[in-house]
């Protein structure tokens, strides 16, 4: 057995398990720390019986067994967990060696540690890590950035156990400074609220207004995975529906209680738009739909109070399907330009010069948004850089022209059905404002002055000059 570990690794959750497995078995030595040492007794006599682990039943023997440079990676909760761990394991190292901490942590907490351990001469890398449980042992996405120096040190490990495409092209890539990692790897779970949120908005469509069985919406999914909308949600939302409970011989899925949980990176997208000033109502629409979901007795309630069409549309089924497949990857495009504006506005804000094509191509294997368009969003970065919004890159403009009349009658229906789609309808909206010359707001500028004085300007006087009306003249 190796007494020089190449690298250590703190929590042995199974996403922290399933890494080191996935790193042993790429070659790499791992020493294994838990704060409740029973767990890596059973983990070393367990699943990694035999293999390359060394078991440290303390932060001290870690640090100890450790190759030089040391690599620590920690996956332990985000918060207060991170900011204890680091107090205590600061102290243990020496200049040069390297933190990493790979769970979902707030990017401004990654901004404060790479500051805090660079005070101590510590590199410290903030590593968004997304694929799951199967995708740590399989092969993540993985989205580094923190203290670039630290980069030459850990890019083998890191695009070793990545999810690889393009015959051996890695899911990793250094992002950039501080927290620009744990940003992207924000947005993507953002992003992912989305899209699964329109999935299940098509969904629910088809079985409400449709009255289609799981089985044939099954069959819909995996018809529609073999096209543009190919991608891993549009591929297991197919085998979900193909699924039938033993219990009670119903589709798995029909036994499910309709309320949805989130672990807050959603939320923390949201509340980066409204920081920035970025509009991304269709991934804030994806949150608050969930929220709605958690208040199953309120919504019985209102069931019995509240009026409105609960029709089925009974018309061409087969084009209502069609459309929706338009409509779905129309909207999947909207939220997709949202999470990209996000994006820019961060690099602006704190100069991180992201590349969003390098960007797009992290996500095309192991995270759960993998999808086979994300090539397009790198073509359309690639051929211009500066890009403001991707619903100005030609494939984009044009597939959503093309999809419109489609989207607009697949929300037609659901009105006249009764369904909620908040997400495909806020993407259209979203999409409508976007082109729209001129928005409402002069008027919201007028009771804004009206009520506060806040001025406004002028269309018929240069940018940055304000003005104020005596509002109250028209009662004298």
């Known amino acids: 057995m190796n007494n020089h570990a190449d690298i250590g690794l703190i929590g042995l959750g199974v996403m922290g398990e399933n890494l080191m497995l996935n790193m042993e078995r790429?070659?790499?030595?791992?020493?294994?720390?838990?704060?409740?040492?029973?767990?890596?007794?059973?983990?070393?006599?367990?699943?990694?019986?035999?293999?390359?682990?060394?078991?440290?039943?303390?932060?001290?023997?870690?640090?100890?067994?450790?190759?030089?440079?040391?690599?620590?990676?920690?996956?332990?909760?985000?918060?207060?967990?991170?900011?204890?761990?680091?107090?205590?394991?600061?102290?243990?190292?020496?200049?040069?060696?390297?933190?990493?901490?790979?769970?979902?942590?707030?990017?401004?907490?990654?901004?404060?540690?790479?500051?805090?351990?660079?005070?101590?001469?510590?590199?410290?890398?903030?590593?968004?890590?997304?694929?799951?449980?199967?995708?740590?042992?399989?092969?993540?996405?993985?989205?580094?950035?923190?203290?670039?120096?630290?980069?030459?040190a850990i890019r083998e490990i890191f695009q070793s156990i990545a999810a690889s495409v393009d015959s051996g092209i890695p899911c990793c890539e250094w992002v950039g400074p501080d927290g620009s990692g744990h940003f992207v790897k924000m947005v993507h779970n953002g992003i992912e609220y989305g899209d699964m949120q329109l999935i299940c908005e098509a969904y629910h469509l088809m079985a409400k207004g449709l009255g289609m069985t799981s089985a044939e919406m099954s069959s819909v999914f995996r018809a529609w995975n073999t096209g543009d909308l190919d991608s891993y949600l549009i591929e297991i939302t197919a085998d979900i529906l193909a699924k039938t409970d033993k219990e009670t011989g119903k589709p798995t899925v029909d036994i499910i209680l309709d309320t949805a949980g989130q672990k807050g990176t959603g939320k923390w997208t949201s509340q980066a738009g409204l920081d920035l000033g970025v509009a991304i109502p269709q991934i804030a629409e994806a949150v608050f739909a969930r929220s709605l979901s958690a208040i199953k007795e309120e919504r019985l309630h209102a069931r019995q109070i509240l009026k409105g069409p609960s029709g089925r549309y009974n018309r061409n089924r087969q084009a209502l399907i069609d459309n929706i497949a338009k409509a779905l990857y129309a909207a999947k495009i909207c939220s997709y330009a949202q999470g990209f504006q996000l994006l820019r506005a961060a690099s602006q804000?704190?100069?991180?010069?992201?590349?969003?094509?390098?960007?797009?191509?992290?996500?095309?294997?192991?995270?759960?948004?993998?999808?086979?368009?994300?090539?397009?969003?790198?073509d359309a970065f690639l051929a211009e850089p500066s890009l403001a919004n991707l619903l100005l890159a030609p494939y984009f403009t044009q597939v959503v022209a093309e999809a419109q009349q489609s989207w607009r009658e697949v929300l037609k229906v659901a009105i006249d059905c009764g369904i909620p789609m908040p997400a495909m309808s806020s993407a259209l909206s979203y999409y409508d404002s976007y082109r729209c010359e001129r928005l409402p707001a002069n008027l919201l500028q007028a009771q804004r002055d009206y009520f506060g004085a806040h001025t406004y300007e002028r269309l018929d006087r240069p940018r940055g000059q304000f003005f104020h009306t005596n509002w109250n003249e028209l009662k004298e």
């Open 349 to 378: 804000e704190h100069d991180w010069k992201l590349n969003f094509g390098q960007i797009a191509l992290l996500w095309r294997g192991g995270c759960i948004i993998r999808a086979r368009f994300l090539d397009r969003i790198n």
């Open 26 to 152: 790429n070659g790499f030595t791992v020493a294994c720390y838990n704060r409740t040492t029973e767990k890596v007794d059973e983990f070393i006599n367990g699943r990694g019986k035999n293999l390359n682990f060394i078991a440290c039943h303390s932060l001290v023997k870690l640090a100890v067994c450790l190759k030089k440079p040391r690599r620590i990676m920690m996956m332990v909760k985000a918060g207060k967990p991170v900011d204890e761990l680091m107090t205590t394991l600061i102290p243990l190292l020496e200049p040069g060696d390297i933190l990493i901490d790979g769970g979902n942590s707030h990017y401004h907490d990654t901004i404060r540690r790479c500051k805090e351990a660079a005070e101590r001469e510590i590199l410290f890398v903030g590593a968004g890590v997304s694929g799951g449980e199967e995708g740590a042992l399989a092969g993540p996405s993985i989205m580094p950035g923190g203290d670039a120096a630290a980069w030459p």
